[in-house]
Nanobody, 115 residues
Framework: QVQLVESGGGLVQAGGSLRLSCVGS????????MGWYRQAPGKQRELVAT???????NYADSVKGRFTISRDNAKKAVYLQMNSLKPEDTAVYYC?????????WGQGTQVTVSS
């Protein structure tokens, strides 16, 4: 079993910053992709950023230059530094892990950006 636990969400004013953390436990293999997705009310879940174990990254165009994804392989953790936040970044953010053709999700953490 794989478990992913997020932390770091909250309420912030536009232009502010937040840092999300996600720590994995259980049967996590050495080769995987971790990342973050988000889902705003009434919208589909969308990719925010992913990072491979070799630290290759992929970002949604809407967050490029503002968000930075990183990981600590020893801690089985992935982080998302979010700067210059906008109201449209308001969503539930989900930690994600893909390994051996299986996808795993955290429970989600709310990020609210006020204007």
């Amino acid at each position: 079993q794989v478990q992913l636990v997020e932390s770091g969400g909250g309420l912030v004013q536009a232009g502010g910053s937040l840092r999300l953390s996600c720590v994995g436990s259980g049967s996590i293999f050495s080769s995987n992709t971790m990342g973050w997705y988000r889902q705003a009310p009434g919208k589909q879940r969308e990719l925010v950023a992913t990072i491979t174990v070799g630290r290759s990254t992929n970002y949604a165009d809407s967050v490029k230059g503002r968000f930075t994804i990183s990981r600590d392989n020893a801690k089985k953790a992935v982080y998302l530094q979010m700067n210059s936040l906008k109201p449209e970044d308001t969503a539930v953010y989900y930690c994600y892990l893909r390994q051996s053709w299986n996808d795993y999700w955290g429970q989600g953490t709310q990020v609210t950006v006020s204007s």
